[in-house]
């Protein structure tokens, strides 16, 4: 092994021997070139593989950034679509409230210069021949007619309805999506104008069939330039009917004083009887103590036999009051009867005291008779009448109410303008005034 490393050596000695030194030179600076070459081959290649690495990056940061965009875009397309079905929605209903309300107003504008119009034009002179079609005319103009809404009150919902018409008009093309109050708002404009619509059509219609009724009856009043107005007609129905009234007030307070004149006189002749029998007493007394004694003894049996009549009169009259009693105990317990005063006998928390404010009662009871008596509903005239009316249809009374008397939403005085729904309320006040005595006793009215 050593001899192999000595050959080696010798081997080496002697290429160096023979190898000149601008060989050497020249080997290493190949070697030096060579060197540099790889070196600057590894730094290019090291370059260009970060400029590679750099290039993905950038492509997948720029790939990153157009899928953000598109899923904001994505999202915002979505937002739009939302937004312009929620407004599509809302739109519509708003288009058809607004169809409904302008129709109604039509209508209400038509009802008003139609209503107007009859009761001054020829149309309306002929209806003012028919006295039947005058009281209808009367009814439409004062119950029909005021529970339209007017011509303001529709323009009013119109203009509320337009307004979220405009809004959304507006935001068109934006996400905006339009609440729930704007949506109500359409709704309702629609369901509050359908009803309208159809009471106004209906005094449209009625009005119409006025006309029409006038021209298919016949009367022997020929249409004049003289003949009156509708609206006079009225006025003169309400005169009449007022007038009648009167004349029944002073015709009951005429017989109640000739009533009362006759009970005067007969209390003055029996009183003047009474005086006479005393002085006649008297001479008779004076004339002879015996004669006294008799005529005494025969007033002592006299006085005996009108004692025995007078109680056989008050038993009599007893029976008499129980069976009245009885008989109206009787009447307070048909259910007719109770029906017709159920706005009275019903348990509840109002009283006329209370008038538009609280309830005075804590526990429900039925309305007080004295309570009633000190409000005057009891008194037969019509001031009594409407004070009755008023107890049985006041809003706050929470009780049953005489619909068919006073309407809904209409002043309670307005009854009196209608000679059915007068006649119907004295007729339950007459009635009222008949079992009142034995309503408390029954416990069906407080005292």
């Known amino acids: 092994m050593a001899d192999k490393r000595k050959e ?21 600076l190949v070697l030096a070139l060579i060197g540099v070459g790889s070196l600057v081959g590894v730094i290019y ?3 260009s593989d970060k400029a590679k690495v750099e290039r993905q990056v950038a492509e997948l940061a720029a790939q990153q950034a157009q899928a953000e965009l598109d899923r904001k875009k994505a999202a ?12 599509d929605e809302v739109l519509a209903q708003v288009r058809s409230a607004t169809n409904v309300l302008f129709q109604l107003l039509a209508e ?14 020829e149309a309306g002179r002929k209806v003012a021949l028919h006295p039947d079609l005058v009281a209808q005319a009367r009814r439409l103009y004062e119950s029909e007619i005021p529970g339209v809404v007017t011509v303001n009150e529709v323009v009013t919902r119109l203009e509320g309805v337009r307004r979220v018409e405009q809004q959304i008009i507006g935001a068109a093309g934006t996400t905006f999506e339009p609440g729930a109050d704007l949506l109500v708002t359409a709704q309702n404009g629609a369901l509050w104008a359908d009803p ?16 029409t009724e006038s021209k298919v009856k016949v009367t022997g009043e020929a249409l004049t330039a003289n003949s009156p107005t509708l609206d006079e007609a009225i006025r003169r129905l309400n005169q009449s009917e007022i007038a009648a009234r009167q004349e029944a007030i002073v015709k009951k307070t005429t017989e109640a004083k000739i009533e009362g004149t006759a009970a005067l006189a007969q209390a003055e002749a029996q009183r003047l009887i009474d005086q006479a029998k ?21 007033l002592q049996r006299k006085a005996q036999t009108k004692l025995e009549d ?57 309305l007080s008779l004295s309570a009633l008596k000190a409000s005057g509903a009891l008194n037969e005239t019509a001031a009594g009448l409407k004070a009755l009316v008023y107890i049985a249809c006041n809003y706050y009374n929470d009780r049953p109410k005489w619909s068919d008397i006073a309407y809904k939403n209409q002043n309670l005085s307005a009854f009196l303008k209608d000679p059915a729904r007068v006649a119907l309320a004295a007729e339950r006040q007459k009635l009222l005034i008949e079992v009142a005595p034995v309503l408390v006793e029954m416990k069906l009215m407080e005292p």
């Not at 080696?8 to 290493?28: D, F, Y």
């Not at 006649?280 to 006294?292: F, W």
């Not at 006329?352 to 009871?365: L, T, V, Y």
Request: net charge positive; glycine share 4%.
């Open 8 to 28: 080696t050596v010798i081997e080496v000695r002697e290429i160096r021997k023979g190898i000149s030194l601008g060989t050497v030179l020249a080997a290493l």
């Open 45 to 47: 290649y090291l370059r």
């Open 76 to 87: 915002e397309n979505e937002k739009l679509a939302l937004a312009r079905n929620r407004q």
């Open 108 to 121: 209400t504008k038509a009802l008003a210069t139609e209503a107007a119009d009859l009761k001054s034009n």
């Open 196 to 211: 309208e619509k159809r009471k106004a059509t209906q005094a449209r219609t009625l009005l119409a069939g006025l006309v």
């Open 278 to 298: 005393a002085e006649a007493q008297r001479v008779i007394d004076e004339a002879a103590e015996i004669k006294a004694q008799a005529e005494r003894e025969s």
């Open 310 to 366: 007078a109680k056989a009169d008050v038993a009599a009259k007893d029976t008499l009051d129980e069976a009245t009693r009885t008989r109206l105990r009787q009447r307070a317990s048909d259910p007719a009867v109770q029906a017709a005063l159920a706005p009275l006998l019903t348990p509840g928390l109002w009283t006329p005291a209370a008038g538009s404010g609280a309830f005075k009662e804590i526990q429900k009871k039925p």
